[in-house]
């Protein structure tokens, strides 16, 4: 079973950084791309940022030039991050795998995956 556990929220002031990590376990073969989403307060789910398993980025316009994306394909992790953090960037920011595929010798299971959330609050 995959899993994938997520560290680093916590509650900062405005104008400081964190660094968000999310480690995917399990027999694991491959991981196509991994990311972060947030979800405020009555808010969806949004995309903050992904990466490819070849180093491809993407980031959503709110976090561009403050927040920065990169993985370990070797240990299976991604890391946010995050500084010049606004109050607007409070949420639960949630790991994503998508295109995992896993198993053992005689099978094989292609999937996507989620973290917990982790918290994560600006103050003014």
């Known amino acids: 079973q995959v899993q994938l556990v997520e560290s680093g929220g916590g509650l900062v002031q405005a104008g400081g950084s964190l660094r968000l990590s999310c480690a995917a376990s399990g027999n694991i073969f491959s991981i196509g791309a991994m990311g972060w989403y947030r979800q405020a307060p009555g808010k969806q789910r949004e995309l903050v940022a992904s990466?490819?398993?070849?180093?491809?980025?993407n980031y959503a316009d709110s976090v561009k030039g403050r927040f920065t994306i990169a993985r370990d394909n070797a240990k299976n992790t991604v890391y946010l991050q995050m500084i010049s953090l606004k109050p607007e960037d409070t949420a639960v920011y949630y790991c994503n795998a998508a295109g995992v595929w896993s198993g053992g010798y005689y099978s094989r299971n292609l999937g996507d995956y989620w973290g917990q959330g982790t918290q994560v609050t600006v103050s003014s």
């Open positions: 990466i490819t398993s070849g180093g491809t980025t």
